[in-house]
Nanobody, 116 residues
Framework: VQLQASGGGLVQAGGSLRLACAAS????????MGWYRQAPGKLRELVAA???????NYADSVKGRFTISRDNAKNTVSLQMNSLKPEDTAVYYC???????????WGQGTQVTVSS
C-alpha cells in the first residue's frame, strides 16, 4: 500500500494551498485518513482527520482555516488550507489507518512553507 502526497509549496501569509494524497495498492477502504505535520524541532502533530463516514477532526490551530475531504471511491484525501500563517510551515504527511488490520500507513512528506 502506498500513499502519494502532492501539492506543497511556498506561499505568502494569507494565501492558500491544497494538498492531495492518493492511495494505491489497498483492497480496502481506510477507516480514517488525514494529515500530520512536523515543523523543525517539533513533534509531529495531527492536523486533520476524516473517517470513512465523513466525520472530521481538526487541530485547534487550523479550525476555520483548513478543510479536509476524502473520496472513498478514489482512495484520496485532500486538505484545503486557507489563510495560511508562517506557523503552518512544516512537512505535511498524509496517512491512512485501516482498523481491520490495525495498520497505519504513511505517505512521504510534502513541504509547506509560508512566508511572512
Amino acid at each position: 500500500v502506498q500513499l502519494q502526497a502532492s501539492g506543497g509549496g511556498l506561499v505568502q501569509a494569507g494565501g492558500s494551498l491544497r494538498l492531495a494524497c492518493a492511495a494505491s495498492g489497498n483492497f480496502f477502504t481506510f477507516t480514517t485518513m488525514g494529515w500530520y505535520r512536523q515543523a523543525p524541532g517539533k513533534l509531529r502533530e495531527l492536523v486533520a482527520a476524516v473517517v470513512s463516514d465523513g466525520s472530521t477532526n481538526y487541530a485547534d490551530s487550523v479550525k476555520g482555516r483548513f478543510t479536509i475531504s476524502r473520496d472513498n471511491a478514489k482512495n484520496t484525501v485532500s486538505l484545503q488550507m486557507n489563510s495560511l500563517k508562517p506557523e503552518d510551515t512544516a512537512v505535511y504527511y498524509c496517512w491512512g489507518y485501516y482498523h481491520g488490520a490495525l495498520q497505519t500507513y504513511w505517505g512521504q512528506g510534502t513541504q509547506v512553507t509560508v512566508s511572512s
